[in-house]
């Protein structure tokens, strides 16, 4: 058995030189990727396999089971033999806690099972026995076993392997060190920072080692041993983000620039950040399609067009109003014709008609509102016959409950079932209670809705009072057990509100005192007001009289000095002329001296443009404001000056004043196009030039 798995180990390891005696080769000695291979120490915490990533590699080797040359044989084992072995490349997934599967793991690559710590998991192992010809290693996963591993513990921390690459391998982080920081991850990231690479490291090496994370796009390195790299999905940074930590070793190199240890972090790129927001439109995009199509689905329907007015659709709708089931549609197109203004002199008989045809279906309405009360009325019968039944069931209920708390039946009963019945004894009690107000309340209302004919009529006033009677017999049999019980609340709420009507009378008595206070006062206050005005209105009426008589007497003297003129001027007409051109003469001059006396005054005042004291002191301060101000002022500019000193002046009044005083200020544009502004300049100086 020893020769025979010797001999399958040593062809198996066949490949790369034979040097396989033991299952690891020396430090010195490179594989055939040109690459160190470590040994494995059991001790050691890092893992065992040194694999690729991609997964284990499978190799053919002859069958040494005597089944022929030409059978190979399917192997896990890579070609370089067990110097490369990794957990992947024997299929399993079990964790390095459980020392079962670990020691099936071990046995079947040929070597002592040892544990995390190195002490050995079987001591009476024999390693002849692993790796026999022919039979294949044992796997957990294999089908027809049933092995299931076991779950792995969500505190175990995950064990990182050593990567092989073609031209470069990754050793994995201290498991025992924390894990490395990052910084907060940026919204859509799709772009990683690389930093701690090697000084001799190209793009190659690093897309090859990152490509198996994801599909990369682009690649930004930097001459300072740094670089971003670009991936196609967002989860392909999670991948990448794993490698960081490990320790990147160029081929079989031992320089330093040759070496580095990896530090990946998350970046924050535009273009992802682009895309991200691309992303999010579009998504809230969906999300209002999404509502807007739930809110038409929820939406009730538009009603349907009404049709223009034509005689066609006019007879229609004529037919369908006579219809009881059509009625509804045909009236709401006659009111849409109606409201738009369809009724002319042509068609107004047309409309009549359909509104008379209308007007008839007011009886059928009627009736239907009748037998539609009638029913309700049947249904009110049916259930007060209803109500009344489970009031009598009720009362049978109670009545069984207080003959049992009868001191007959209850001292056979025990304690639990006392407190039982007295508990079901008071929720019988209060049911019946709010179903006989309810009962109550249905008879009240109905003699509430007794109409004034009803009780005018006599013989309806009799049947009434007598169907009342017996209705109130029925009542007061059925209420006599719950008046029993409310009659003592009913006496304590006549008590409280006898209390407070005497307080609101006393209360009213003293508030109607102060109201009559109150209005004798103003009845007196109006007295005296009306006393005043009644000997005003006959002062008034008296001045009136007296300008009347004067108005007479001054009308007799006008006629008779009227009359004694005429009289005087014929008499003097042919003897007193010479006198009279005399006086006319004199009076004429005097008359003319006068006159050229007042009309400087009046040219004066009616020609001057300032009128009052108030726009000279404007002029002066105007005047003195805008001689500041060389280059001209707008005119709220100016007025808001003013109005410092006195606030009631306005714009309007300042600018009238100021055009009138064309020789004092003057109005000129300035500026061009949109800033266009008129400004007012002083120009009192050039002005007085002038005049």
């Not at 983000?241 to 490990?246: D, E, F, P, R």
Request: charged fraction near 30%.
């Amino acid at each position: 058995m020893g020769a025979r798995s010797g001999s399958a180990r040593g062809g198996a390891c066949g490949g790369s030189g034979g040097a396989c005696g033991s299952g690891r080769a020396g430090p010195g000695r490179a594989g055939p990727g040109g690459l160190d291979q470590l040994s494995f120490d059991p001790a050691s915490s890092e893992s065992l396999g040194l694999g690729s990533a991609a997964g284990p590699r499978l190799s053919d080797s002859p069958a040494e089971d005597g089944s022929g040359p030409g059978k190979r044989r399917r192997s896990s084992i890579p070609p370089d033999g067990g110097r490369n072995l990794s957990l992947d490349s024997i299929l399993m997934g079990l964790p390095m806690s459980d020392p079962t599967a670990w020691a099936t793991a071990m046995n079947n690559l040929g070597m002592a099972p040892m544990g995390m710590t190195g002490q050995p998991l079987l001591p009476d192992f024999d390693p002849a026995l692993g790796m026999m010809t022919g039979i294949p290693p044992i796997n957990p996963m294999m089908p027809g076993l049933g092995i299931v591993p076991p779950p792995i513990p969500p505190d175990m921390p995950a064990v990182k392997e050593i990567i092989h690459c073609k031209s470069c391998t990754l050793f994995p982080p201290n498991p025992h060190l924390p894990p490395p920081a990052t910084r907060e991850r940026p919204p859509g990231c799709k772009t990683v920072f690389v930093g701690g690479l090697p000084e001799n490291g190209t793009e190659q090496i690093i897309m090859e080692v990152f490509e198996q994370c994801g599909e990369v796009i682009a690649i930004r390195k930097s001459k300072k041993n740094f670089c971003h790299i670009r991936f196609a999905e967002e989860f392909m940074v999670d991948k990448a983000l794993y490698l960081s930590g490990y320790r990147i070793r160029l081929g079989s190199s031992t320089d330093k620039k040759d070496t580095g240890r990896l530090h990946v972090d998350f970046a924050q790129a535009r273009d992802d950040l682009y895309e991200w927001e691309c992303k999010q439109r579009m998504l809230a995009r969906e999300e209002r399609h999404r509502r807007r199509l739930a809110e038409e689905r929820f939406r009730p329907p538009s009603p349907p067009p009404v049709v223009h007015y034509s005689d066609h659709e006019c007879s229609v709708v004529a037919e369908k109003l006579k219809d009881d089931t059509k009625f509804s549609e045909a009236i709401q197109t006659l009111l849409t014709w109606i409201e738009r203004g369809e009724v002319n002199r042509r068609t107004a008989n047309n409309f009549y008609s359909m509104i008379q045809s209308a007007n008839s279906h007011i009886r059928r309405l009627v009736n239907e509102k009748a037998a539609h009360e009638k029913e309700m009325e049947e249904a009110k019968e049916k259930f007060k016959l209803a109500l009344s039944g489970i009031l009598v069931q009720f009362e049978q209920i109670v009545a069984v409950y207080h003959s049992a708390s009868k001191q007959k039946a209850w001292d056979h009963f025990t304690k639990a079932q006392r407190k039982n019945i007295s508990v079901w004894c008071k929720q019988a009690e209060e049911i019946r209670n709010i179903h006989n107000d309810e009962l109550m309340g249905i008879r009240r209302e109905e003699e509430m809705e007794m109409s004034d004919e009803e009780i005018e009529d006599p013989s309806e006033m009799k049947e009434t009072e007598e169907s009342a009677l017996v209705s109130q017999v029925e009542a007061l049999k059925e209420e006599n057990d719950s008046l029993r019980w409310q009659l003592d609340a009913y006496r304590n709420e006549v008590e409280l509100l006898k209390q407070e009507q005497g307080k609101a009378s006393r209360d009213e008595d003293t508030t109607k005192e102060q109201q009559m206070k109150l209005l004798q006062q103003a009845l007196q206050g109006m007295q005296k007001h009306l006393l005043k005005v009644q000997e005003e209105y006959k002062k008034r009426e008296a001045e009136l009289e007296k300008v009347k008589e004067d108005k007479l007497k001054i009308e007799t003297l006008l006629e008779n000095l009227k009359e004694q003129q005429s009289m005087a001027d014929e008499e003097d007409k042919e003897g007193d002329a010479a006198d009279c051109q005399g006086n006319e003469s004199s009076t004429s001059r005097v008359c003319a001296c006068s006159q050229e006396k007042e009309c400087p005054v009046e040219k004066t005042l009616s020609n001057s443009p300032v009128k009052s004291e108030r726009e000279v002191l404007l002029v002066g301060i105007i005047s003195t404001f805008l001689h500041v101000h060389p280059f001209g002022a707008s005119i709220e500019y100016i007025c808001s000056y003013l109005q410092r000193l006195d606030s009631k002046i306005c714009t309007a009044e300042v600018e009238v004043l100021m055009t009138r005083l064309q020789n004092t200020f003057r109005q000129e544009l300035s500026g061009v196009g949109a800033s266009l502004e008129k400004r007012w300049k002083f120009c009192g100086f050039d002005g007085l030039k002038m005049t």
